[in-house]
C-alpha cells in the first residue's frame, strides 16, 4: 500500500485501500503505518521479532456460503496470532495482503474488515499495512503477524525433554464438528464457537512465557496427533498420551462431547501444546489447562487407551476441508 502505487491503481482499489487505512488501528509502537513504502514498528528493548505468515484460501480455508464474511476475517488474523500465543510472545502488528476477484461485493470486503479489526481491537495492534490485488478467481488473503518476546525467552518447539508433561488448553476437536455438521445441515455460530469465533491464546502463552514454565509449545493448528508429532520431531524425543485424558469439546445443541477421534485428529482449535517439568495449574489466565501424558525417551508416539492397552499413536494430518 505504498503511496507510489495507490496513483496508478484503479479506482476501485484507491477507494479499497483508503477504507481499509481509515479504519485501521494505530498501535503506540506503530511509526508509521499504511502509506508509506514500508510500515516501521519500534520494537521493545530487549526484545526479539516474530514473525508469522498465514494463507486463507476462498474453498481451502472457508466457503462463502458456510462461513460469513465477518468469520473469515476473525479467523484470518486469529490463525497469525496464535502463532506469535503458540511462542509465548507479544502480538505488535499486522500485515494484510487480500487478492479478490472483482465480482466479489464491496459489502463482503467491509464485513471481512470487520472481523479482522475486531480480532486486532481485541489484542490492541495495528493493522500497519499490506496489498491488494484483483485476483484471477475467488479470495486470497495472506495475514503476516509480528510480535516479540524478550530476547531467548520465546517458547520453540524444540524443547521437550523425556519425562516432560504434556499439556493441552480448552478442549480439542470442537472446530473440526462444525466441519462435519457445516456438510449435512445451517450450523448456528453460538453452537460452534471454536469454529467460527476461535481466540487465540495470547495471554496463556505470555504467562508460560514470563515463568519460563514450558519446555516446548505450539498451536494445534493442524490437530493434536500431527501438532504433537512436530514437537517430538523438533525436539528429538517420543510421546505417550493417554486417549481418557484428552480433553473433548463439547459442541452443537443439544452439546454433545465430540469423539476421540476428532479430539485427536481434528485441526484449527487453535489452542495451546506444550510441555514442562514443572508444576501447571489446573487454570492459566482463566483457561483450563490438562495434562494428557508424558514425554519419552524412546522415539515414536504411542497412545494409551482407556483399559489401560498400549498402542501406535498415528498422526493425520489435518487436510482443511475439499470443497
Ligand atoms: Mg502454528
Known amino acids: ?9 484503479p479506482d476501485q482499489e484507491k477507494s479499497l485501500i483508503a477504507r481499509i487505512r481509515g479504519r485501521a488501528r494505530r498501535g503506540t509502537g506503530l511509526v508509521v503505518g499504511i502509506g508509506d513504502d514500508c510500515a516501521i514498528l519500534r520494537v521493545p528493548a530487549g526484545h526479539e521479532l516474530l514473525i508469522t505468515t498465514d494463507l486463507t484460501l476462498e474453498k481451502v ?11 473469515v476475517g476473525w ?15 507479544t502480538p505488535r502488528a499486522a500485515l494484510l495482503s487480500l487478492a479478490l476477484d472483482r465480482r466479489v461485493p464491496q459489502s463482503w ?39 516479540s518476546a524478550p530476547t531467548g525467552k520465546a517458547i520453540r518447539r524444540s524443547g521437550a525433554r523425556p519425562g516432560d508433561g504434556i499439556y493441552i488448553t480448552g478442549a480439542l476437536g470442537g472446530a473440526a464438528a462444525a466441519l462435519g455438521q457445516l456438510k449435512k445441515t445451517i450450523v448456528r455460530w453460538k453452537d460452534y464457537e471454536r469454529h467460527f469465533h476461535p481466540e487465540a491464546r ?8 514470563r515463568r ?20 517430538c520431531e523438533e525436539s528429538g524425543v517420543g510421546a505417550m498420551v493417554e486417549s481418557a485424558a484428552i480433553p473433548r469439546a463439547k459442541v452443537g445443541r443439544p452439546a454433545n462431547q465430540v469423539s476421540l477421534e476428532l479430539a485427536m485428529h481434528g485441526g484449527e482449535d487453535y489452542e495451546l501444546l ?25 522415539r515414536g508416539m504411542v497412545l494409551i487407551d482407556a483399559t489401560g492397552i498400549s498402542g501406535k499413536l498415528v498422526p493425520k494430518g489435518w487436510q482443511h476441508f475439499v470443497a
Not at 471481512?112 to 479470495?139: K, M, V, Y
Not at 495449574?281 to 514425554?295: D, H, K, L
Open 212 to 231: 519460563g514454565l514450558a519446555s516446548a509449545m505450539i498451536d494445534t493448528s493442524d490437530g493434536l496427533s500431527t501438532d504433537l508429532e512436530h514437537v
Open 274 to 298: 506444550f510441555t514442562s517439568s514443572g508444576q501447571v495449574p489446573s487454570t492459566i489466565a482463566g483457561v483450563p489447562v490438562t495434562r494428557i501424558g508424558q514425554m519419552t525417551k524412546k
Open 109 to 147: 470486503v467491509n464485513q471481512f474488515l470487520t472481523g479482522l479489526l475486531d480480532a486486532a481491537e481485541q489484542f490492541r495492534i495495528p493493522l500497519a499495512g499490506g496489498d491488494t490485488a484483483q485476483s484471477a478467481g475467488g479470495i486470497q488473503a495472506d495475514i503476516v503477524v509480528v510480535g
Open 75 to 89: 479467523r484470518c488474523l486469529t490463525r497469525g496470532l496464535s502463532d506469535i500465543a503458540a511462542m509465548g510472545g
Open 202 to 209: 495470547i495471554q496463556v502463552g505470555q504467562w508460560l512465557g
Open 1 to 9: 500500500m505504498t503511496q507510489r502505487i495507490v496513483k496508478s491503481l
Open 61 to 71: 480455508h472457508f466457503r462463502r456460503d458456510w462461513h460469513p464474511p465477518q468469520v
